[in-house]
């Protein structure tokens, strides 16, 4: 095999993608099922994490497409990522990643409780996040829930919980108008292969309905790199160059939890 072959073609393939975002990003979508609407359809949407720095290095292609569209978007963030005592210093730097990402800061709550503390060997309650998340959706008025999916695209298990714990949520609810929609966790390949799974995420979400199924691509992918730089306790080589080549940086695929 030739490698300088396949080292150009990549590279290609690569740019291409990028400049496919940025027709994107010039030539916003009008037909997905976010931007189904005049003011009576804006969504109040809460987008719950488990850490700082959640919301940079996998949502913000989610968080840009309803920002941009005038959905009112909150931010719920379980822990404060305390586990290597920083937990004063990664709440801070969530509100300046929020604050870049143009999410009023009156719309970012963090918690910190014993019983929701950041580390691979902290499970946490379901019950609990459940109770914990309904109370914040009945006093916002949300309608639209975000959060991550069983698997949680790292496998963390705190991600993994926070899933679990919006599903009870969803079976609990007296509301039948609450939406609630998972971030698709793609394959190790897809997940890391940057700009070019925009293709791959577009082409499974043709045919599917958008009331259940959505690819919504990043429109400001600078604004990614610029939010998760604010995480300056968290934003080292390995990170640096997560964000550059993951898939979730360019675009998130989001199903709808139907029970
Ligand atoms: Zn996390």
Redo the contacts with the bound molecule.
């Keep these: 095999m030739d490698w300088s072959v396949l080292a150009i073609s990549a590279s290609v393939f690569w740019i291409a993608s990028l400049c496919k975002i940025l027709h994107v990003s010039y030539f916003p979508s009008k037909d997905q099922y976010f931007d189904s609407g005049d003011n009576l359809c804006k969504k109040t949407v809460l987008l719950v ?3 700082p ?2 919301e940079s290095m996998f949502f913000t292609p989610t968080i840009n497409y309803l920002t941009s569209r005038g959905h009112d978007v909150h931010i719920l963030c379980l822990s404060s990522g305390n586990a290597d005592g920083m937990g004063n210093i990664r709440k801070d730097e969530l509100y300046k990643a929020c604050a870049i990402l143009k999410l009023p800061l009156k719309q970012v709550v963090v918690l910190d409780h014993p019983e929701l503390q950041d580390g691979f060997g902290n499970m946490w309650n379901h019950i609990f996040i459940a109770k914990l998340v309904e109370d914040h959706i009945k006093s916002l008025g949300i309608n639209t829930v975000i959060t991550f999916d069983s698997y949680g695209v ?1 496998g ?1 298990c ?2 993994r919980d926070v899933h679990f714990g919006i599903r009870k949520v969803l079976l609990d609810s007296q509301q039948s108008s609450l939406e609630v929609w998972e971030l698709d966790s793609s394959s190790i390949l897809r997940k890391y292969s940057g700009p070019i799974d925009i293709w791959l995420s577009m082409f499974m979400a043709r045919g599917r309905s958008r009331m259940k199924f959505l690819c919504l691509v990043n429109e400001h992918p600078l604004k990614t790199f610029q939010a998760m730089a604010q995480h300056a306790s968290q934003w080292v080589w390995f990170r640096k160059l997560f964000v550059c080549f993951s898939s979730y940086t360019y675009v998130n695929t989001l199903r709808k939890i139907e029970l």
């Design positions: 994490i488990a850490h720095d959640d790292s963390h705190n991600h």
